[in-house]
């Protein structure tokens, strides 16, 4: 499967903003799809993931602020986003794995990336 990511942009704290990732060559019901950010001088964190059963999990930095969803008709995962914080800043990757569910937060298990999209906390 191929993700394309996008979305991303710039807003201000407290603002609101929505992630797309649709998926190309597979049915994103197939797989866990894992949300993880890179932030300037930092290393890719997890963000979010999104089970192909419909569980989820999310970082303790983004519990309460961000839910992830999925429109199987749309074949597109997304990522709404709340509250944002000026630590949100930093480019959101999608990507799909599909290691059991404890292993979700690990990016090494993902087997395919989108490109990536910059969102951008600021005043």
């Known amino acids: 499967v191929q993700l394309q990511a996008s979305g991303g942009g710039l807003v201000q704290p407290g603002g609101s903003l929505t992630l797309s990732c649709g998926a190309f060559g597979g049915s994103v019901r197939r797989y866990t799809i894992g949300w993880f950010r890179q932030a300037p001088g930092k290393g890719r964190e997890f963000v979010a993931a999104?089970?192909?059963?419909?569980?989820?999990k999310y970082a303790d930095p983004v519990k309460a602020r961000f839910t992830a969803s999925r429109d199987s008709a749309k074949n597109t995962m997304y990522l709404q986003m709340n509250s944002l914080k000026p630590e949100d800043t930093a480019v959101y990757y999608c990507?799909?794995?599909?290691?059991?569910?404890?292993?979700?937060?690990?990016?090494?298990?993902?087997?395919?990336w989108g490109q990536g999209t910059q969102v951008t906390v600021s005043s």
């Open positions: 999104f089970g192909w059963s419909g569980n989820t």
């Open positions: 990507a799909a794995t599909t290691v059991p569910w404890g292993r979700v937060t690990q990016e090494n298990d993902y087997i395919s």
